[in-house]
């Protein structure tokens, strides 16, 4: 669960230093921190590793077109997907309006990092 008190305080701050600063509203900063769990939760967790073909490995059936369904409906238009191989491990990057999610192999699991952005 997102840290509200933290995303508030943070928030505050970037309006204060820039009236100029074109910022989502509170309401959707809101949205997609809580969508950034929720992927998390229901999709990110439940994958086990990324072969080599870029697919998914899991036991629930979950594969890439449901990640991107997901943060198409809550981060934005998906603007380009990168599937490569680095330090020997499958790396896909999804790049949406609103974030971008990175997915590797690390230490027998899936690695993820997810960057929103609060501006537009």
Request: hydrophobic share 40%; proline share 2%.
């Amino acid at each position: 669960m997102p840290d509200l008190e933290l995303i508030k305080s943070e928030y505050e701050k970037l309006i204060s230093e820039d009236n100029n600063i074109r910022i989502l509203s509170f309401d959707k900063v809101l949205k997609i921190e809580y969508a950034k769990d929720e992927l998390i939760e229901n999709y990110i967790s439940k994958i086990k590793k990324i072969d080599n073909e870029y697919n998914l490995i899991n036991d629930h059936k979950i594969n890439i077109d449901d990640i991107i369904d997901f943060s198409k409906e809550h981060f934005g238009t998906l603007n380009h997907i990168d599937c490569r191989m680095e330090n020997n491990e499958p790396l896909i990057v999804l790049a949406f309006n609103f974030g971008i999610i990175k997915l590797t192999n690390h230490d027998e699991k899936v690695k993820c990092k997810i960057n929103l952005f609060w501006d537009y």
